[in-house]
């Protein structure tokens, strides 16, 4: 018998004339509810750029106001899914307790959004966290969804974004830098992908170093916000 793939629950589908056609669910009601009680659906209440919640007037939160003052801002933050609930459960077991089998249940949840890009940038982390993990967390979810895209970012090893305060964030040095592809990234447009959004510094970091090679805009994905 299938079992849901989030939390391995028996799946018993009736088969009707409105899902005859359509491919059998991965996961059970409960799951299902779980994942629809965190998706962002009403834009209006959020911030033009990044999708936080608006505290003023201005179509432009503050912590975007913020990062305005040193960086060019991305064209568009793309999100399905707040940063609670069963996402943060999934993403923290995923990252941190090395479920790599729950790769599968992101490739399924997650979708690319309709809006023109030439190229997908993964937001790369670590060699080492990678390799102490023995994966990659946002490269992996791209494979697992068939999703084409190229490794032109390399960071250096740099405390978890997590352990550090808004302050420690924004004076920290940018730790990104600029592989040796051969890929002409001028004039493209980029979506730039992550997992968690949160202050946006680390988009923004990643984003100057593919403006230095005269992007034409970046866009911004994330798993999470």
Known sequence: ?????????????????????????QFCERCEQLWNNITITNHEDRCSKCLNIKTSNSNVCLDCQFLEKEFKLMDQLYCQYRYQGIMKDTLQQYKFMRDYELSNVLSQKLQLPQTDYDLIVPIPSPFERDAERTYN??????????????NVLGTNIRPKQSELGKL???????????????????????????????????IH????????????????IAFAR
Request: aromatic share 8%.
């Open 1 to 25: 018998m299938p079992r849901c793939i989030q939390c391995m629950t028996p799946l018993k589908e009736v088969i009707h004339v409105y899902n005859i056609f359509k491919p059998p669910s």
């Open 168 to 202: 420690e964030r924004a004076n920290a040095s940018n730790p990104f830098y600029v592989k040796e592809v051969d890929i002409d990234l001028e004039d493209k447009v980029i979506l730039l992908i992550d997992d968690i959004y949160t202050t946006g510094l680390t």
């Open 205 to 220: 970091h990643a984003g100057c170093k593919l403006l230095s090679l005269n992007v034409r805009k970046f866009k911004v």
């Open 137 to 150: 967390p946002v490269v992996t979810v791209l494979d697992k969804m068939g999703v084409d895209y190229v």
